[in-house]
């Protein structure tokens, strides 16, 4: 039976959240001794900047592993809107990581190509590649068939780090068929220098999505133009404006303001809020949503008109 996000409790999203860790650590772990093995057995250095980028998958995995039970906590006093941002710092955690091994790569790979050294056992080298690639693209799947049921920010940067992997196993692959057939031993350092470079940016992606969700960053056009939709679908909603949205780690929150008949009582008012709120929950289950009721027509200083005074000032300089 497939599952569908729509239907599945917080429960059940943390249950696969942490599965999806702990799958993640053990590949991590794997590995990482395979490639120990390897880069000690062939002196490659693209097999040896794998490794070390597997080495940092088993702490970038740790920390997710960590992020994940944390941000699966119920709310407290303290922290009324949940913990779900923990996830976001782990992922810009992650991207440090990333960055911090790309930059030793490229290091060691200028240098390789300076101080040229010989490779041996190519074969070896290979075989141990294409296995990690294999059990990569595993793991990747998972991962993204759990980040799509649970969207947890930590699980995709976690994915997101390990498709860096594949595209690093299949460059050192194609760096050892050439050394072994062609003997050019520095496009060996030369595959390393691209891997390296390949990391620096795959960690700025995951750096700046990351910060857009602590900054509370507005969520996509596309999600705010649905809301907007599915709540002037009721008949008695005459208008919506100062929406605001942004992702509190795993769900979402929307606040706005309701525009309905001046002349309604305060408990019907009430009511079609409710009805309001039940058809944006059936959308987006588990949103934390801010209702503000305004009487249509009403004038009064509005957080849409004052964003775009800002933006006319910004364009004029």
Known sequence: MSMNKKYLTQEQKNKLKKRATAASLTLAVSLCLLKTFGALYTGSLAVLSSMIDSLTDICASLITVIAVRFSSQEESYAFRYGYGKAESISALVQAAFIAGSG?????????????????????????????????????????????????????????????????????IIISLVIVSVFGISWFDSLTAIGISAYLLFNAYKIAADSVRTLMDAELSPEIRKDIKKIVMESPFAKGIHDLRTHDLG?????????????????AAAHDMTDMVEDNL???????????????????????????KKNQKKKALG
């Open 103 to 171: 930059i030793f790569v490229m290091y060691d790979g200028i240098s390789r190509l300076i101080y040229p050294r010989p490779i041996e056992q190519t074969t070896v080298g290979i075989l141990i590649m294409i296995l990690a690639l294999v059990s990569t693209l595993g793991l990747i799947a998972y991962q993204r068939h759990v980040t799509k049921l649970t969207e947890s920010k930590a699980i995709s940067a976690d994915s997101a780090h390990y498709m860096v992997d594949v595209m690093t196993n299949l460059s």
């Open 250 to 266: 795993g769900k979402y929150m929307f606040e706005f303001h309701l525009e309905l008949d001046g002349d309604l009582p305060l």
């Open 281 to 307: 929950l059936e959308a987006y289950p588990n949103a934390v949503i801010i209702i503000h009721q305004d009487p249509v027509g009403i004038k009064e200083e509005r957080l849409d008109n004052k964003l």
